[in-house]
């Protein structure tokens, strides 16, 4: 484990799933047999417990780390012990988990269940949890025998809450995926889904999934690939009545696809020929979670302005943290408290970072 003064290196953190997925992440873990199965998603640097009814396993989701004298402590209660330092603070005191976006490596071998998630509002009035599930996606990867991948993001056709109501006790699967417009994705493209908002990922992506930092989900298909998601799973434990207030029933017409659902980069800053630092979703877009991504070729130095996930997509190099380096190659993931004064990223070969922030203006 890392020293209070540094960035932490974080491990896989494999988590169950009622879809299937998970071949791609196999290989960036370097098994030798990569293979799809129950653990499509790989939670980095979580502190948040995964919500599998009927699979109940200790501490599932949340992330472990190792010291140098194999003791095994979860990154929340290293957290937690010195939360001014890992978090920082506001005029409340030290901040809270609460607000620290849940990150997640996804790899869909099928296309996932039919689904919404509460908004906070929601998730605090009706729920009593601090979070919704505003979430958002970056598209890593795509299988090569996928030729037309997409994802479901809507309604485009909004049916009234009667017919959904019926749609879901009949499992009407066909008519609810009627109301929907496939919206194809690439490599590179950058989608927030807030809560509310039926959605539905496609087979065959990897992507980077920001999240806040809960696992609530309304699952309106109850049966995918021959598995049939238990009853207290479906309404996060609640009736469908409650479920169906979860949902936002105005259409997104298919010319609004883009203004609603796609995100454009921003340019933050240029570091002279050595890259940039570009906004992906930033405090205009939502105020639960910030995107960002760092792409370097060369020395590029930077005072943090909070503390953030980071995630290295492409390429490799360092990271030297108040003066303390570490290595860095593809797919590698860190955190980096918000007590880091300076941050130096190096590379000879174009190194591309994402970083994941809480929301709101710093």
């Not at 873990?29 to 998603?41: R, T, V």
């Not at 992506?205 to 696992?215: H, N, Q, V, Y």
């Not at 993931?333 to 880091?340: A, H, Q």
């Given at each position: 484990?890392?020293?209070?003064?540094?960035?932490?290196?974080?491990?896989?953190?494999?988590?169950?799933?009622?879809?299937?997925?998970?071949?791609?992440?196999?290989?960036?873990?370097?098994?030798?047999?990569?293979?799809?199965?129950?653990?499509?998603?790989d939670w980095i640097g979580s502190t948040v417990e995964a919500r599998n009814p009927g699979r109940d396993v200790p501490n599932e989701g949340l992330a472990m780390l190792v010291d140098s004298n194999g003791q095994e402590t979860s990154l929340k209660s290293l957290i937690e012990a010195d939360p001014i330092y890992?978090?920082?603070?506001?005029?409340?005191?030290?901040?809270?988990?609460?607000?620290?976006p849940l990150v997640k490596y996804l790899d869909s071998a099928t296309r996932l269940h039919f689904?919404?998630?509460?908004?906070?509002e929601f998730a605090q009035q009706r729920l009593?949890?601090?979070?919704?599930?505003?979430?958002?996606?970056?598209?890593?990867?795509?299988?090569?025998?996928?030729?037309?991948?997409?994802?479901?993001?809507?309604?485009?056709r909004a049916?009234?809450?009667?017919?959904?109501?019926?749609?879901?006790?009949?499992?009407?699967?066909?008519?609810?995926?009627?109301?929907?417009?496939?919206?194809?994705?690439?490599?590179?493209?950058?989608?927030?889904?807030?809560?509310?908002?039926?959605?539905?990922?496609?087979?065959?992506?990897?992507?980077?999934?920001?999240?806040?930092?809960?696992?609530?989900?309304?699952?309106?298909?109850?049966?995918?690939?021959?598995?049939?998601?238990?009853?207290?799973a479906r309404f996060m434990g609640r009736d469908l009545e409650t479920a169906l207030d979860v949902f936002s029933l105005d259409s997104v017409s298919s010319e609004s696809i883009n203004s609603v659902f796609r995100c454009?980069?921003?340019?933050?800053?240029v570091y002279g020929g050595r890259g940039h630092w570009e906004e992906l979703i930033g405090s205009s877009r939502t105020s639960c979670?910030?995107?960002?991504?760092?792409?370097?070729?060369?020395?590029?130095?930077?005072?943090?302005?909070?503390?953030f996930i980071g995630i290295v997509v492409s390429g490799g190099g360092k990271a030297i943290a108040d003066g303390q380096y570490f290595e860095l190659k593809q797919w590698d993931?860190?955190?980096?408290?918000?007590?880091?004064v300076t941050l130096v990223y190096e590379s000879s070969e174009e190194m591309t970072v994402l970083e994941c922030s809480p929301g709101g203006e710093r």
């Open positions: 484990m890392a020293n209070r003064e540094s960035i932490i290196k974080l491990g896989p953190n494999r988590v169950w799933r009622t879809y299937r997925g998970g071949k791609r992440l196999d290989a960036i873990q370097g098994k030798s047999e990569p293979e799809d199965s129950h653990f499509p998603e890992f978090l920082g603070s506001d005029e409340h005191g030290h901040r809270s988990l609460d607000d620290m689904q919404a998630h509460p908004t906070s009593n949890a601090p979070r919704g599930k505003t979430e958002a996606y970056v598209i890593l990867d795509i299988r090569d025998e996928i030729e037309e991948p997409y994802i479901y993001a809507g309604f485009q049916p009234s809450r009667e017919q959904l109501k019926h749609w879901i006790l009949d499992q009407d699967i066909e008519a609810i995926e009627e109301r929907f417009d496939k919206i194809p994705v690439k490599v590179g493209d950058v989608f927030l889904i807030t809560g509310g908002r039926p959605h539905a990922l496609g087979e065959g992506i990897l992507m980077l999934e920001i999240m806040e930092p809960s696992d609530l989900a309304v699952r309106f298909e109850f049966e995918r690939e021959g598995f049939v998601i238990p009853e207290k454009e980069p921003a340019i933050i800053e979670f910030t995107v960002r991504k760092t792409c370097v070729l060369g020395t590029i130095f930077r005072k943090p302005q909070d503390y993931r860190f955190f980096c408290p918000n007590g880091v």
